[in-house]
């Protein structure tokens, strides 16, 4: 039976949080295609959205202020929500993003040093208070991740240990805070083993894919 929502039905909305090199894209991948979900992410889910990733990630933008940062990625956020992610959910679709909110938190927040409820605050206006119906993170130690990518890095990327430290420290406060509405995979597994993991999880919280 499809999990793809009933006509008339809100559908799910299920967002993959991590560091770099973490395994996002390709899990947000394996479930939308379980699930038969819209497939997004951020930033760039959008075409204004891509022009904004381009800009945030380019290793030339210099010396971007850290609350320049966040009103870009909460732009990002408000039209990849009005354009995506609502009436995807409205037409009773699944969504499954890759990020959402909680790197926002953790990378502007923990990472560059804003204020948390500030950054989240911000995230909820962009976003008219629409929000995941669940969060998985993939945990991924730092150290591994670093292993993982490549020579070619973006401007996030780049960023030293310390600020990669405090960002995997940004999302794993989120999901003690939230043990409802987070939930933690490991990430060092196969690429087989995560995706099983996600499976199970979305099964339990959502009652999907059962």
Do not use: N
Request: charged fraction near 25%.
């Amino acid at each position: 039976m499809s999990d793809a929502g009933e006509p008339g039905t809100r559908g799910r909305f299920i967002a993959f949080e991590g560091g770099e090199a973490c395994g996002k894209s390709t899990q947000s991948a394996l479930l939308a295609t379980a699930l038969d979900a819209v497939l997004t992410r951020e930033p760039g889910g959008t075409v204004i959205g891509a022009r904004v990733r381009e800009l945030v990630l380019d290793p030339s933008t210099e010396h971007l202020d850290p609350r320049a940062e966040a009103l870009l990625m909460a732009a990002d956020r408000a039209q990849h929500v009005a354009e995506v992610v609502a009436p995807a959910l409205a037409a009773g679709r699944h969504v499954v993003s890759d990020r959402f909110a909680g790197s926002s938190v953790a990378y502007q927040g923990h990472a560059r040093g804003l204020p948390i409820d500030e950054v989240e605050g911000l995230s909820r206006w962009a976003t008219a208070g629409l929000w995941p119906d669940l969060v998985l993170l993939l945990d991924v130690p730092p150290a591994t991740a670093d292993a993982r990518l490549g020579a070619a890095r973006d401007r996030m990327e780049r960023e030293s240990a310390a600020f990669h430290d405090a960002v995997a420290r940004g999302f794993r406060a989120q999901a003690a805070a939230d043990p409802q509405g987070w939930a933690v995979v490991d990430g060092t597994g196969t690429i087989e083993e995560v995706a099983a993991a996600v499976r199970r999880l979305v099964a339990e919280r959502l009652q999907l894919l059962g």
